[in-house]
């Protein structure tokens, strides 16, 4: 399995970015896919997930009203549409999937994409 993920750059604070993940393989109804996002001398925060196969969603506080995952099953891809952005948004965004029901630990999960940058200027 291996997990492409695209979308990052530089925004203005106020400016909003769509960060895509794609899967080389099946994602199975019981996978969540997952956004997480580690800044410079940071440990990797869990940001947002969502259950393959339901859809539910969820979110970190820090993200919650300006972030959104969403997922379109016939392209394998999770996508995350992030609104409202603050310069606190800056970071190395990655996607992973998980089988596991602690998806908000990034140890959890057993694939990443190879992260994109994102960079909010004030």
């Known amino acids: 399995v291996q997990l492409q993920a695209s979308g990052g750059g530089l925004v203005q604070a106020g400016g909003s970015l769509r960060l895509s993940c794609t899967s080389s393989?099946?994602?199975?109804?019981?996978?969540?896919m997952g956004w997480f996002r580690q800044a410079p001398g940071k440990e990797r925060e869990f940001v947002a997930a969502?259950?393959?196969?339901?859809?539910?969603?969820y979110y970190a506080d820090s993200v919650k009203g300006r972030f959104t995952i969403s997922r379109d099953k016939g392209e394998n891809t999770v996508y995350l549409q992030m609104n409202s952005l603050k310069s606190e948004d800056t970071a190395v965004y990655y996607c992973?999937?998980?089988?596991?029901?602690?998806?908000?630990?990034?140890?959890?999960?057993?694939?990443w994409g190879q992260g994109t940058q994102v960079t909010v200027s004030s």
């Open positions: 969502i259950r393959w196969g339901v859809g539910n969603t």
């Open positions: 992973g999937r998980t089988a596991s029901s602690s998806f908000k630990m990034w140890r959890e999960y057993a694939y």
């Open positions: 393989g099946r994602v199975f109804s019981s996978s969540v």
